[in-house]
């Protein structure tokens, strides 16, 4: 599915080459590929309408799943040796925080992920949700609609979900509740036994969940089966309809997401983009879902900047009176700084498929 090999520049003067940076491996990595698929959609539908800057618009996939140094140096090599013009990606903080200042200040940047906020390295633009804006009004509505007062963190151990703990310590002071206890395990964690049982003995009656692909999974499907998941319930800002499929539905009672896009959406934006996405890649193609969809965003945001400035020249984000926008399946969108504006939801889990109760 890699679409072609980078070239210098030199050799391609009506292509740009986007490099798209996601997980091919790794516990992301059962969302790589609706990520490709939904950024190969993007880049046919910006071929389509004349390409970006009057070029055709090429990928060149890059396995974001690696360690962060490691997809670091090979991003920042394409960069270097002027073989793509762009970076758009969904990859975890981590690998953003190593690549960052390897290249922002020479091409742009498009960072697709929900994350911890708080970037501002100039090149770097935003697409994903961010924890002040999803995590707090999420956790505010289920404690008032629960009574959940006492919380669990079970996180990944690197930066994404060790800040937004903090976040939640906050929120839930907010709320006349406490988080009574935090669990952080290695990414690729197999045997999540340990973290259910320190769940089960806090007394907690909610977790956030801050679990990484395949490691969301796996803890899911241990918790629902010591019947945990029958007086306690989970939200998690990072789970979509792939891993909702995968973790089951005898496992996602009680089960929360907030998200900026749900399949489920019921917009003409959201409604249209499926029906895209279906006759293009066909019914055995994965599901979008939030994550997967949010490189099309990233495209197409990619595209609105070109076009506001005329070029992909990295410069500062733009200011009030440089407004770059554009309508895609979240609607219509602005940016404001280097962050995306966007609507969010929080949806319950509803056997295999997310039900939409509230706008964030």
């Known amino acids: 599915m890699h679409t072609t090999a980078a070239q210098p520049s030199s050799d391609r003067r009506d292509v740009l080459l986007v490099a798209l940076v996601i997980p091919l491996h790794g516990p992301a990595g059962i969302f790589g590929l609706s990520c490709e698929l939904s950024a190969r959609l993007a880049a046919e539908e910006l071929n389509a309408a004349g390409g970006v800057l009057d070029r055709e618009v090429r990928l060149v996939v890059v396995d974001g799943g690696g360690a962060p140094g490691q997809v670091a140096d090979e991003v920042a090599g394409l960069v270097a040796l002027g073989a793509v013009d762009a970076v758009v990606g969904w990859h975890d903080s981590a690998v953003r925080r190593a690549l960052a200042p390897r290249i922002a200040h020479r091409v742009p940047y498009i960072y697709t992920a929900q994350y911890e906020g708080g970037e501002q390295t100039p090149g770097v633009f935003l697409t994903g949700e961010t924890d002040v804006r999803q995590l707090g009004p999420a956790m505010r509505l289920l404690s008032a609609a629960t009574g959940a007062r006492r919380w669990c963190t079970v996180g990944s151990d690197y930066v994404w979900p060790r800040v937004t703990a903090r976040t939640a310590r906050r929120v839930a002071g907010e709320c006349g509740g406490r988080v009574v206890d935090e669990v952080f395990v290695p990414l690729g964690t ?171």
């Open 190 to 360: 197999e045997e999540f036994g340990p973290v259910v049982r320190r769940v089960e003995t806090c007394g907690a009656d909610a977790v956030l969940m801050l679990l990484l692909g395949d490691d969301a999974v796996r803890f899911g499907r241990e918790f629902a089966a010591v019947g945990l998941h029958q007086r306690c319930i989970r939200l998690s800002t990072h789970m979509d309809e792939n891993l909702l499929l995968a973790t089951g539905a005898d496992a996602a009672e009680g089960l929360w997401a907030a998200a900026g896009y749900f399949d489920s959406l019921m917009t003409s934006e959201s409604l249209s983009f499926g029906h895209r996405y279906a006759r293009r890649f066909g019914d055995e193609a994965p599901v979008a879902g939030s994550l997967g969809e949010s490189c099309f965003e990233g495209m197409m945001l990619l595209g609105a900047l070109a076009r506001r400035r005329g070029s992909l020249a990295v410069s500062a984000p733009p200011g009030p009176d440089d407004t770059v926008c554009y309508e895609g399946p979240r609607g219509a969108l602005r940016l404001r700084g280097n962050h995306l504006e966007q609507r969010l939801y929080l949806a319950r889990a509803d056997a295999l498929d997310f039900e939409i109760t509230a706008q964030l």
